[in-house]
């Protein structure tokens, strides 16, 4: 396996799957004594341009982020369409999702991940960027989420 393939090894986020936002976004926000942030929802398939697994899906989710220093925690509540947050949360229940890492050069990372065996399993845009989930499960024993920014 070649080194460094994601040029970066600061995680900047860890995703956590739920069955409802609302409730476990509050509980998070008291036992750290912060204000609870409001979700809200992925971009339509339109926009997003979601593809699991190789096909365009319609896959939205509710999201909230909690800024906890160096480290954003997200939360996500997956709507019922097929994603990996979708598939995650039926087959394990909820809990930890992902690791994020910022990198620069998607198509290049994604590609180099899948030639060292870790294929893409869902990818998708957002306003100011994009982003792809890779399967690790087997090697890292969690998925890793790529962040790509646009220059400003």
């Known amino acids: 396996m070649d080194r460094n393939l994601l040029g970066n090894n600061v995680i900047t ?3 956590i799957l739920v069955h409802d936002i609302e409730t476990v976004s ?18 339509t398939v339109e926009k997003a341009q979601t ?4 096909n365009r899906s319609e896959a939205r989710a509710k999201l909230a982020f909690f800024d906890m220093g160096s480290l954003q925690l997200e939360l996500i509540e997956p709507d ?3 994603s990996t947050w979708r ?6 229940g909820e809990g930890v999702h992902h690791l994020a890492f910022v990198i620069e050069g998607m198509k290049e990372k994604v590609a ?3 030639q060292n065996g870790m294929p ?7 306003t100011g960027g994009r982003y792809a989930y890779i399967d690790t499960l087997k090697p890292l024993k969690v998925i890793l989420e790529l ?4 220059k400003k």
């Open 13 to 15: 986020q860890i995703g």
């Open 26 to 43: 509050q509980t998070y926000a008291d036992f750290f004594g912060v204000e609870k942030p409001a979700w809200f929802w992925t971009d």
């Open 51 to 54: 593809e699991y697994r190789g």
């Open 80 to 82: 019922e369409h097929p």
């Open 87 to 92: 598939e995650s949360l039926d087959q394990n």
């Open 112 to 114: 180099l991940l899948e």
């Open 120 to 126: 893409l399993l869902q990818k998708g845009e957002y």
């Open 147 to 150: 962040l790509e920014n646009d």
